[in-house]
C-alpha cells in the first residue's frame, strides 16, 4: 500500500457523528466499564452514610464509624482510576469523572454524616464576616486577623449583595469546592511540565489524596491556597524562562544505571528541561498577564499573612534557578508585603514583635514544636499522629523516588525541585506555632505530588506503546492505602472538630442574651498556650462575648478554683462546657475517661451554681448572683483602625508609593519591551535611594510604633 | 458602522450581561426574589471575567479562561478591600464599581476603539525599535 499524501488522507476522514466526539471515544468499553464501577462505587461510599452516628466516634475519629460499604465503595474507586491511568490512551472525561467523585467522597463525606458544617475555626472566620457585614468596618483592636481583611470583606460584600443569605451552607460546601478549583490551577501548572498524561493525572490524584491537613476549611488561607497555586500558573505558563540550548527532542538515550560515574556525568551532562518552553505571547497579552499576577498577589497580601511569603519565596527561587523571566518580581513583591505589613497591619505587630520575630532563626525548635509538641493524648489518639508522619513522609519518599527516576532519564526538573524546597524555609523564618508543619507540608504538595507521581510514569512525552499494565499494582495500592488512611489523617480528630447541633443551639442562646455583652469560661487543658475552644465560637457578635480559656480541673470533683474564677468575673458571666470539649480534653491532653460526665454531674450538684441551658451536646452555666452585685462590663477591643503615629505615616506612604511606582514601571518595561537597557537601567537607579528610604521608614515606623 | 455577525458565542455573551444586569438591577432595588442571589453571582463573576477574557484574545482557550477568572477575583476582593480601607463600605456602591470597571474593559474592546489603538500601534512598535538601537 502507498503512502497517501496528507491531505488526501484528510478528505476521507468522514465528518464525524456526536457519538464519535472525544467524550465517546473508540473503543467505548473502557469508557463504560470504569464509568459503570466508579458509579457503583460512589453510590456505595455515599447511600450507607445517612446512618452513621457521629456521636460514638473514638480516638481514631470518622472511621472508626465509617461503614465497610463505604470504604470498599470508595477503594473501587480508586481501582477504576488506577486502571484508567494504565490504559493504552487518555479518557479525559472518564479520569475527570472519577478524579471528582474522589474529591467528592473524601472532601464531602462529613456533609452527608453531621447535620451541621465541621471545624470550630470556620465559625470564627463568618463571625468575622458577620462583623464587617454588620458594621462595615474592620477591627484590627479586636482581632490580629482583622489586619488582613480582604477575605471576610469580600465574602461580606457578596452577602450583602446577594440579599444577606446564612453562610452555613457556603461553610458546609466550601471545602470541596475549594479543592476542586485547586485541580484547575494544577492543571495548567503541570501543562508546562515534560510528562505523559499518566503521570498528570496520577499527579491530580495524588494531590487531592495527599491534601488532608485539613486547611480547606471555610478561611482566608484555603482562598490563598488557591491564589498561590493560580499565581505559580500565570509565572510558570508565560513568564518562565526559554531554556538555553534545549534540544529540540527529549534523548532516547536508554536508562544509565545507578553508578556514581554515570550520576555524575549526568549531572554535568546536558540535562533535558522539565518543562516545555513558555507559550507564545503578545507584548500587550504579557502586560495584561503581569497585571493579574500582581494583582492576585495584592489579593493575597490584603488576605493572609503566610501565603505571600510563600508566593515571594517561590518566585525568588524561580528566578534563581532561571525559571522566570521577570528577575526583579521578587524585589517589588517584597516591597507590596513590606509596605502592607508596615502600614496597614501595624495593629497587629505594635506590641508583639518579640511573639513575631522572637522565633526567627530558631530552626529546631519550630521543627521540635511542630513535630512533638502535640504528641499527648490517648495511644488510640496518637495512631492518627502517627498516620499522619508516616504520610507526609511517604510523600516525601515518593517524591524523591520520582526525582531519581526523571534524573536517570536526564531530565532536568528544576522547577518542581524549587517548589518543593522553598516552603521549607518558613521552618526556619515564621514564627506560627505548631501549625507550621502543617503549613509547610501543605505548600510542599502540589510539587511532591508531581515528582511521586514520575516515579511511576518517568516518561517525559505521551508514550504510544510500552507495558503501562506492570505499573497497575503499585499505583492501585498506593491510590488504595493513600485514600484510606486519607481517613485516618483528615478525619483522625473528628471527635472534637465537628460541631453537635446542640453546641449551635447552645451558642445560640447566648447570642439571644448577649445584649449588655458576656465573659464565657471554657475549659483549655492549658490556658496559656491552648486558647482555641473547640466549639463553633464568635460566629456572631463577636465584639460582644469575651471567650476566656480556664484550666479544666484534672479531676472533675475539685470546683473550687472554678467557681470563683467565675465569681469574680461577675454578673453577665458564664461557664460553657461541651461534648467536643471534653472529647478533646480525654483525647488530645489524658484527661480521664468520662471526666465531662462527672464534670457535668459535679457542676449542677455545687451550690449557687445554675444551669441555664443543657443538651446532651452543651451546658452553660452561671452562678446566683446576690442582689446589688456591680456588673462589670466585658471590654471590647478598639473598633475601627489602629492609628499610627501621622509624621511618619505621610513620607513614609510617599515613598512606598513612588517606588512602587519605578519598580511596576520597570517590570511591565521588562515583559513589554524585552528589557530595553535605555529604559531599564535609569528606573533600576532610581529604585535604590528610594528602597534604601522605604528601609529606612520601615524601620523607623517598626521602632517608633511598638 | 459594520455590524458585527452574531455567532454563538456572542449571542451566549449577550444572555448573560442582560442576565447580569437584570440581578444588578434586583440589587440595587433591594428586591427578595430568589433570583436575585444567582443573578448578581453571574453578574460578578461572568461580567469581569467575560470582559477580561476580550482583553486576552490570542491565548488558548482553558488559559484565556483561566486568566480571565483570576482576573475577576482580584477585581471583586481588591473592590471590597478598598472599600474597606478607604472607610467607604457600601455594598451597592461595590456593586456599581464592578459593574462600571467591568463596562471599562469592554468599552477598550469596542470596535471603533480597537480600530484606533491599531492604526497607532506600528508607531508605538517603530518608537521602542529606535530605543533598543
Known amino acids: 500500500m502507498t503512502a497517501a499524501p496528507s491531505d488526501t488522507l484528510r478528505e476521507r476522514v468522514p465528518v464525524r457523528a456526536w457519538w464519535h466526539l472525544p467524550l465517546w471515544p473508540d ?11 466508579v458509579l457503583g462505587g460512589l ?23 465509617l461503614p465497610v460499604m463505604s470504604l470498599l465503595g470508595i477503594t473501587a474507586v480508586a481501582v477504576a482510576f488506577s486502571v484508567g491511568l494504565c490504559l493504552p490512551r487518555a479518557y479525559p472525561a472518564v479520569l475527570g469523572g472519577t478524579l471528582a467523585g474522589i474529591v467528592i467522597c473524601l472532601n ?109 476549611y471555610f478561611s482566608p488561607q484555603s482562598f490563598n491556597y488557591l491564589l498561590y497555586l493560580v499565581f505559580l500558573a500565570i509565572l510558570l505558563t508565560w513568564f518562565g524562562l526559554r531554556p538555553l540550548a534545549a534540544p529540540a527532542a527529549p534523548r532516547a538515550e536508554p536508562e544509565t544505571g545507578y553508578g556514581i560515574v554515570s550520576w555524575w556525568r549526568s549531572s554535568f551532562s546536558m540535562l533535558v528541561p522539565g518543562e516545555i518552553e513558555p507559550r507564545p505571547s503578545s507584548p500587550a497579552q504579557r502586560a495584561m498577564l503581569l497585571a493579574i499576577l500582581l494583582g492576585i498577589f495584592v489579593t493575597s497580601t490584603t488576605s493572609h499573612q503566610l501565603t505571600p511569603f510563600n508566593m515571594i519565596a517561590a518566585c525568588l527561587g524561580l528566578v534563581a534557578v532561571r525559571r522566570c523571566t521577570i528577575t526583579g518580581l521578587p524585589v517589588l513583591l517584597a516591597v507590596i508585603v513590606t509596605g502592607w505589613v508596615s502600614f496597614a497591619a501595624a495593629g497587629f505587630w505594635s506590641g508583639h514583635l518579640s511573639a513575631l520575630f522572637g522565633d526567627l532563626g530558631n530552626l529546631s525548635g519550630n521543627l521540635n514544636s511542630s513535630v512533638t509538641g502535640r504528641i499527648t493524648g490517648t495511644a488510640q489518639h496518637r495512631h492518627v499522629l502517627d498516620v499522619r508522619t508516616a504520610y507526609a513522609v511517604i510523600f516525601l519518599l515518593l517524591a524523591a523516588g520520582g526525582l531519581v527516576r526523571r534524573r536517570r532519564r536526564v531530565t532536568d526538573d528544576r522547577v518542581l525541585i524549587t517548589l518543593m524546597c522553598m516552603p521549607f524555609l518558613a521552618f526556619a523564618t515564621q514564627s506560627y506555632g505548631g501549625e507550621i508543619a502543617l503549613r509547610v507540608y501543605l505548600f510542599v504538595l502540589p510539587a511532591a505530588a508531581v515528582l511521586a507521581a514520575y516515579l511511576f510514569f518517568p516518561a517525559t512525552r505521551d508514550e504510544g506503546g510500552g507495558r503501562p499494565w506492570r505499573y497497575f499494582l503499585p499505583v492501585a495500592a498506593c491510590a488504595v492505602t493513600l485514600v484510606i488512611a486519607f481517613f485516618v489523617a483528615r478525619y483522625g480528630n473528628e471527635a472534637f472538630e465537628q460541631t453537635p447541633p446542640g453546641e449551635l443551639a447552645a451558642f445560640n442562646y447566648l447570642y439571644a442574651h448577649d445584649q449588655a455583652g458576656v465573659r464565657l469560661l471554657w475549659l483549655s487543658p492549658d490556658p496559656a498556650v491552648d486558647d482555641t475552644p473547640e466549639m463553633p465560637w464568635e460566629y456572631r457578635d463577636i465584639e460582644k462575648i469575651d471567650f476566656i480559656p480556664e484550666l479544666a480541673p484534672r479531676h472533675p470533683g475539685s470546683l473550687a478554683d472554678l467557681v470563683a474564677t467565675l465569681r469574680a468575673a461577675g454578673p453577665g458571666s458564664y461557664l460553657i462546657s461541651t461534648t467536643t470539649q471534653e472529647d478533646y480534653l480525654s483525647q488530645e491532653a489524658s484527661y480521664p475517661v468520662g471526666w465531662g460526665g462527672e464534670f457535668r454531674a459535679r457542676m449542677a450538684a455545687t451550690r449557687g451554681v445554675r444551669t441555664v441551658f443543657a443538651n446532651p451536646d452543651a451546658v452553660i452555666y452561671t452562678l446566683d448572683w446576690p442582689p446589688g452585685t456591680p456588673v462589670r462590663r466585658p471590654i471590647p477591643g478598639a473598633a475601627g483602625p489602629a492609628s499610627p503615629p501621622a509624621p511618619w505615616t505621610a513620607a513614609g506612604l510617599a515613598v512606598l508609593g513612588l517606588l512602587l511606582l519605578v519598580l511596576t514601571a520597570r517590570e511591565f518595561i521588562r515583559v513589554c519591551l524585552g528589557a530595553p537597557r535605555l529604559l531599564i537601567r535609569p528606573l533600576t537607579l532610581a529604585s535604590l535611594p528610594l528602597l534604601v528610604a522605604f528601609i529606612g521608614v520601615v524601620i523607623m515606623r517598626f521602632v517608633v510604633i511598638s | 458602522m459594520r455590524c458585527m455577525p452574531m455567532t454563538p458565542q456572542r449571542w451566549l455573551a449577550c444572555a448573560v450581561i442582560a442576565a447580569g444586569l437584570i440581578g444588578v438591577g434586583l440589587a440595587l432595588a433591594g428586591s427578595s426574589s430568589p433570583l436575585r442571589a444567582p443573578l448578581v453571582m453571574l453578574a460578578l463573576a461572568a461580567g469581569p471575567a467575560m470582559a477580561v477574557a476580550g482583553l486576552l484574545r490570542g491565548l488558548d482557550t482553558p488559559a484565556r479562561i483561566f486568566a480571565a477568572c483570576a482576573a475577576m477575583i482580584v477585581i471583586n476582593v481588591l473592590v471590597a478591600e478598598i472599600m474597606l480601607a478607604a472607610g467607604a463600605w457600601s455594598p451597592d456602591g461595590g456593586l456599581v464599581a464592578v459593574v462600571v470597571i467591568t463596562a471599562l474593559l469592554g468599552v477598550v474592546q469596542l470596535p471603533p476603539v480597537r480600530s484606533m489603538a491599531s492604526r497607532h500601534a506600528p508607531k508605538w512598535r517603530a518608537a521602542v525599535r529606535l530605543e533598543r538601537r
Not at chain 1, 43 to 65: E, T
Not at chain 1, 192 to 197: E, F, G, I, Q
Open chain 1, 43 to 65: 453510590a456505595a461510599f455515599l447511600a450507607p452514610l445517612g446512618g452513621v452516628d457521629v456521636s460514638r466516634l473514638n480516638g481514631l475519629g470518622l472511621i472508626s464509624v
Open chain 1, 27 to 37: 473503543p467505548w468499553w473502557p469508557t463504560v466499564a470504569i464509568g459503570t464501577v
Open chain 1, 108 to 216: 464531602a463525606v462529613t456533609v452527608f454524616t453531621e447535620p451541621e458544617p465541621r471545624f470550630p475555626t470556620s465559625y470564627q472566620i463568618a463571625g468575622f464576616v458577620e462583623y464587617i457585614s454588620r458594621t462595615g468596618h474592620s477591627a484590627p483592636g479586636l482581632d490580629a486577623y482583622f489586619s488582613w481583611p480582604g477575605f471576610f470583606g469580600t465574602v461580606a460584600f457578596l452577602q450583602r449583595v446577594t440579599g444577606n443569605h446564612d453562610l452555613i451552607p457556603v461553610l458546609r460546601w466550601w471545602p470541596v469546592t475549594i479543592d476542586m478549583a485547586c485541580l484547575v490551577p494544577l492543571y495548567l501548572i503541570m501543562r508546562n511540565l515534560r510528562a505523559s498524561w499518566r503521570a498528570k493525572w496520577l499527579a491530580a490524584f495524588l494531590f487531592e489524596v495527599g491534601n488532608w491537613v485539613g486547611q480547606d
